[in-house]
DNA sequence: CGTTCACCGTTATGAAATAACATAACCGCT
DNA sequence: AGCGGTTATGTTATTTCATAACGGTGAACG
């Protein structure tokens, strides 16, 4: 992102470090080893990274910073590694930011959240509008695959 | 979109033709002079192709199809109209399409949509969820100042 | 009549995502 | 070990989406 706020540094400590990023990468490799499915290399650093930021990170942030010495990776590595987390739920796509985050929560549920304008913080909740729309929808005969839920504001510490 | 459903063709049929697109043209201007704004020439335009349409319009399609004759516009002339029409409540842009429809509810509303993977309908509903965004982003200290909804599915007519 | 401001046309570029094709690793099987 | 289907990656190039920047035009307002 870009429009950092200057005020309340403190709130936007969110990526995770040290002990706790290779506890969540080792739970992920786990996970996936359920699952019959591979926590490769750039999966694994993709995942590493988005864990680490303390705010939404865009796909051209991450080609950027894959490499360990600065080399940049290709696209279609990011694409990929992204198209995986996000098909096992250890990440989300934020559509009205091009940008992604790591999942913030346990097992299975509809992706909100609630997007900071400001510090550009993206607080993951979970709503329980999955049963509104379907009622909604059910109304018309639509069938729901997928919900997109994204509110834009100011957060506490951003707030005037 | 694309990927157009061969069956049911008529279930499709939401673009305005003749008298219809024209009442709602003039409607527009009329809601524009009681605000001060002006629908200019490329504004009106770009309303009047979103409004002919039959499903999400993608900027690039609106820039090829701006001239009467087949002259394509130029990227900032469509985006400046699309901006405008959004900001005035006549188009919302769908974040996960990368592609815009003319509002087709009354008064001020969160925007919301049903859009089918299949033949590529966006319906725009109004569901209740405004008050349930607020009340958990008030448990937090956030301030909502717009929402996002997308649900993705199988219109009636394109259902299994 | 001159200033002002919103709007427009135009050129160029930046940012985001994917197509297409070749290569490599993995896995279960003989 | 050797094979063959499958999955994942590497690489190049292109497409798609969106905006910056600048100068010109014309209505609005005193
Ligand atoms: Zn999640
Ligand atoms: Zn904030
Ligand atoms: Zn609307
Ligand atoms: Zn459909």
Redesign the pocket.
């Known amino acids: 992102m870009s429009t950092a706020c200057d005020h309340h540094e403190e709130h936007q400590h969110h990526g995770l470090r040290g002990a706790a990023l290779a506890a969540a990468l080792t739970s992920a490799e786990a996970r996936c080893a359920a699952t019959?499915?591979?926590l490769?290399?750039?999966?694994r650093r993709v995942l590493e990274l988005l864990l680490g930021a303390d705010a939404p990170l865009?796909?051209?942030?991450l080609i950027a910073a894959f490499g360990d010495r600065g080399e940049p990776?290709?696209?279609?590595?990011?694409?990929?590694?992204l198209?995986?987390l996000e098909r096992l739920g250890f990440a989300h796509?934020i559509?009205s930011l091009?940008?992604y985050v790591p999942c913030r929560i346990e097992g299975a549920h509809v992706a909100a959240f609630l997007i900071c304008d400001c510090c550009g913080e993206a607080a993951e909740v979970q709503p329980d509008l999955a049963a509104q729309v379907r009622a909604m929808a059910r109304a018309t005969g639509y069938e729901v695959r997928g919900v997109t839920l994204e509110a834009h504001g100011l957060c506490a510490g951003c707030r005037p």
């Open positions: 019959q499915e591979r490769t290399a750039p999966r865009k796909a051209y942030d990776a290709k696209p279609p590595t990011v694409y990929r590694a198209e995986f796509r559509e091009n940008a």
